[in-house]
Each structure stands twice: as C-alpha cells, then as structure tokens.
C-alpha cells in the first residue's frame, strides 16, 4: 500500500468507484440518447424515403399529364413547351399584340368579304341571265344598256343634286335653330321676370314695388323708433308665399319675440305710427323736401315719460330745420312748445285764435 494506511486507500477506491460510476450512468445515458436519435432519424429517414417515392409518382404522373397535353394540344413536344416557357412577359406582349392585329385584320377581311359577296348576288341578280343567241341583236342591247346607263348617271345627278340641296336646307335650318335657341332664352328670362313680377292687371308687379319701397320705409323707421321705442322693431310678414305688405314688431326686450301690431298698448301705437310717419318724411324727402310735419292728438295716451320721448324726437326735427305742428289738448305739453296757437270758442259757433 506504499505506507498508505488502509483508511485512505478504501476512501480512494471508493472515490474510484463513485466516479467510475458516475462515468458509467453518464454513458450508459449518452448510449440511451445515441439511440433515441438512431431511432428518429431512422424514422425521418423512412419518412424522406416515403415522400420522396411519392414525389417521385407525382412527378411521373406529371410527366405523363403534361405529354398527353401536348400530344393533344398538337405538334408539341416538351422541349419546345420549355422553350416557349423560356420567353419573358415582353415578347408574350408582343405575340399578343400580333395576335390581336391578325384577329383585326381577319374581321375586317370577313367584313370586306361580306361585302364583295353581296355585291356579287347583287350583280348576279340584275346582269341578262342569257345573250342573244344572234349577234345581229348585239347592237340594239347595247343601245339598250348605254340607254341604262344614262339613265342611271341621270338618276345619280338627280340625287347629287337633291343631296346638296338637303345640305343647303339643313344648313339653313341649323341657322334657324340657332335664332330659336337664342329666343327660346329670351323668352325663359322674360317668363322668369313675368314670374317674379308680371301679371296682366300690374298687381304682382306693384306688388314687387311696395316691398322694396317698404323695406326702404321701414329703415327710415325704424331708425327713428330706436329714438322713440327702443324696445320695438317693425318689419314685414313672411309668409308661405314669400314676404307680405303687413307689419309686425319684434319685442327686443324679450327676446325678439314677434308679435302683432295690434297687441301694443294707445302709446306704443302712437310712437310706432310716429315712427312710420317721420320714416314717410325721411324717405319722400329723397325726392321731394319736406319740411312741415303736422301731428293730429295721439299725445293724451302717452305718459310722461313716453310724452317726453316724444317730444325729444319732435324737438330733434325741428333742430334739422323743419316746422313742427302739434295739434292736441294735453296741458304738460305747453311747456315744451315754445310757439302756440290757442284756439278758443266765442260762443255762437266762433272761435277766436290767437298766437302766444
């Protein structure tokens, strides 16, 4: 033992041991995988084996397939299939382009054709189906043709001229149809302006006329109702039919809520007819001067302060220069007029005036 005590040597053999072992199983396990693969690719190697036979009969039977086509198809044979598989998408564009030139050309060969043929029957069937069997007659079918045949030159005279008259008549018709498209234009503006605003007694028209001249009005208006009534806005009716001649107020206080003339109060009335009566003056004065405005009571419905507003306005006219006639019997407003003509009852049906 070399003067190794026993101990250590049994614990060296039993290292050995172990690891001889160890070695083992790892063998033993490297043989097991050795084989497992031996088997799957011994598998695989049948499997490869299997569809390479089937692959094999598929070819052959496209082989097979494919002779029988081109022994159908024609004289063709594999190696000029592959040759003609050969060419690129150019000279197939190509071929195609010929083809379709040749069936063109084929169509309009038949169609030529056709015509040659029917030309033919027709010949055939209007040609002397026999000669005179004696010459002598030979001179007198001929006189006979010639004969034919001025007449037919006659008869294509006859239709040339014809057809260049038609040309002349449609040329002048064509000019005639021009003249009528232009009136037919005419006549659909004038109809859309007898639509608008024609009719036979001048009503649609006058009707047209006092929009247009109320919309005008109802600027002056409105203008001066913003002085007297801010609150209110006139304007017109619209109806189904289109706008009207009657007259609404739009309440701005509540929202521009429409509401009817006849729904305002004696004073609300009165500054509106103001209104409209000094929009009348602003809007005659375009053409002739106004310069004299007379109002006729309506103060006695106003409060004071609306009476007031009133007689701002009214002042403000006669700022711009006109004279301005009051006609009422309402005591606050002496004190705003400066010049008066009082008219009193003398009794017996006279009356006294008199300038204060």
Known sequence: ??????????????????????????????AADAALTLGNART??????????????????????????????GALDR??????????????????????????????????????????????HTRPHTLPENPDTLPGALAQAAELCRSLNDAVLEQRVQLKQDDERRAATSAIQRQLTAQQEEE???????????????????????QYTLDALLGYANHHLRQLARRYRLERIATASGPSLGLMVRDQDMGGEVRSVHSLSGGETFLVSLALALGLASLSSNRVKVESLFIDEGFGSLDSDTLRVA???????????RKVGVISHVQEMTE?????????????????????
């Not at 060296?12 to 041991?17: E, G």
């Not at 007689?311 to 220069?321: I, V």
């Open 1 to 30: 033992l070399d003067g190794r005590s026993v101990a250590d040597v049994e614990r060296s053999l039993q290292a050995a041991i172990q690891e001889s072992r160890l070695g083992l199983q790892a063998r033993q396990t490297a």
């Open 44 to 73: 695989a190697l049948g499997h490869a084996r299997s569809a390479a036979l089937a692959t094999g009969d598929a070819l052959a039977r496209a082989a097979a397939a494919l002779d029988d086509w081109c022994a159908n198809f």
């Open 79 to 124: 190696a000029t299939l592959v040759r003609l598989l050969a060419h690129d998408h150019a000279w197939i564009g190509a071929e195609r382009a010929a083809l379709e030139a040749l069936e063109r050309a084929t169509v309009s060969a038949s169609t030529v054709l056709d015509e040659r043929r029917a030309r033919r029957a027709q010949h055939q």
């Open 188 to 210: 659909r503006r004038w109809a859309r302006l007898d639509e608008l605003i024609g009719s036979a007694d001048g009503k649609r028209f006058r009707n047209y006329a006092q």
């Open 311 to 321: 007689m701002d306005a009214l002042d403000a006219l006669q700022s711009l220069g």
């Open 336 to 356: 705003r007029i400066s010049t008066r003509i009082l008219v009193q009852p003398a009794g017996g049906g006279t009356s006294t005036i008199r300038v204060a």
